[in-house]
């Protein structure tokens, strides 16, 4: 039998790869330098879902970059196609999508990434050949992928959602906490299981005790994001 990639995981290193996109060629690891990165595919141009969809991250890309956070989009299309259809995607969502997107039409990535889904024989090309479905990557500046979504090409996802995981994460990073259910920057956050009861007193005077191993605290107002 012939041998399996090993599969990516959280903690996986990004794998590195060369591509085009539409502005210009990338080394992927080149192109994370030293920031976050959101790698997301979508299933095709110029199709009605994903056109929502980039327009809704393109109207959010200052927000991650304000989180140090760079986009980048792919698909099995053409970098040619991709360049056609943003037209159409700022002039329907009043966005300026700004963002490369890779054009990965011979799947090097998409295959690379496990972006294509087991069999859905309504999301194919004329050749009958996968299209991508919808992932999204969240890697950070070390190339550590921290965070895997796979949605299904009939259901968009939630931009904000993404962003939350990001601040969630660059939060958990430079304050050692977790956070919980529907946590939105500002909310309390939980001390690490691992932080012992006294020490997590002197560095949090507020925490609350809910239970042994549930412990919230606020964070001081200049301390609600990793910003
Ligand atoms: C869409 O974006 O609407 C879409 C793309 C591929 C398959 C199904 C829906």
New binding site residues.
Partial sequence: MADRPEPLRLGSIAPNFKAETTKGPIDFHEFIGDNWVVLFS???DF???????LGAFAKLEPEFAKRGCKLIGLSANTIDSHGDWIKDINEISGSNLQFPIIGDKNRQVALLYDMIDHQDA??VDSKGIA?TIRSVFIIDPKKTIRTILSYP??T?RNTAEVLRIVDSLQTGDKHKVTTPINWVPGDDVIVHPSVKTEQAKEIWPDMKIVKPYLRVTPLPKDKTTAA
């Fill in positions: 979508h299933p095709e199709t009605p879902v994903c056109t929502t969809e309504t999301n299209f090409a009939s968009g």
